[in-house]
């Protein structure tokens, strides 16, 4: 079965690394905010100003003046800290992210991302995701693997506006998990009962069961 988007989450927690100093976008990146392992430290910083974010709170624990860039409440810990955004952003713009999880329209097999705007619909704005692709040291891309049509969303080159060129490093989707390598895609891992030819199958529109190396490079349109 494809994950959901909590087991989704859970899947991009086992990125975390004892000590990170991590940023989470908005939509399913939030969620990993509650599978952070009791045993490591692990500092959630956000675009607003946030450094030391806790796991979502009870309806007993919500502070309405408390919350993440994506306007979502949240809780604190002993060791939070508050600063405007342009020190906020200076933490990004300096490196001193290890990693960010960010949702994503489509990326494509070099790991460009499109996570912006969809051309002709309202957006509010860019928010943080230029400085973040640019900033951070590593970037993991979640989504669904296919959109509303049943379309892959992980292309050879992306169709909508991109937020940054080659700075995906992992994709997560619902159905399995990739690496980008130099070469191409390589799929590392599956949600469970989602097998290799399943994948390779909606990948590449294969439907006799035959499918090229696991370790891929696309040599058509969609995976």
């Known amino acids: ?31 990993v905010s509650n599978y952070v392992p009791e045993d490591y430290d692990i500092t959630l910083q956000s675009e607003n100003g946030m ?37 906020s952003f200076a933490m990004i713009r300096g490196g001193h992210i290890n990693l960010s999880i960010l949702g994503a329209m489509e990326v494509s097999e070099t790991g460009d991302l499109a996570n912006w705007m969809i ?41 909508l506006p991109l937020t940054g060129k080659s700075v995906v490093h992992q994709i997560i989707t619902n159905l399995c998990v990739f690496n980008v390598k130099q070469d191409g895609l390589e799929i590392i891992e599956y949600a469970d009962g989602v097998g290799r030819s399943i994948v390779l199958t909606l990948l590449y ?16 349109g969609r995976y």
């Open 119 to 159: 051309p002709g619909k309202l957006v509010k704005g860019m928010g943080g995701a230029m400085d973040l692709v640019a900033g951070v040291k590593r970037v993991i891309g979640i989504m669904d693997h296919t959109n509303k049509s049943g379309d892959s969303k992980i292309l050879k080159e992306c169709t």
């Open 205 to 220: 529109g294969i439907e006799n069961g035959i499918v090229p190396n696991i370790h891929l490079k696309v040599e058509q």
């Open 51 to 87: 450094l030391g974010m806790g796991a979502f709170p009870t309806e007993e624990e919500i502070d309405p003046d408390l919350i993440n860039a994506g306007k979502q409440t949240v809780t604190e810990l002993e060791r939070t800290s508050y600063f405007s955004s342009s020190q």
């Open 1 to 31: 079965m494809p994950w959901d988007r909590n087991q989704m989450a859970e899947r991009a927690a086992l990125e975390l690394e004892d000590g990170f100093y991590v940023n989470l976008g908005i939509g399913i990146p939030t969620l």
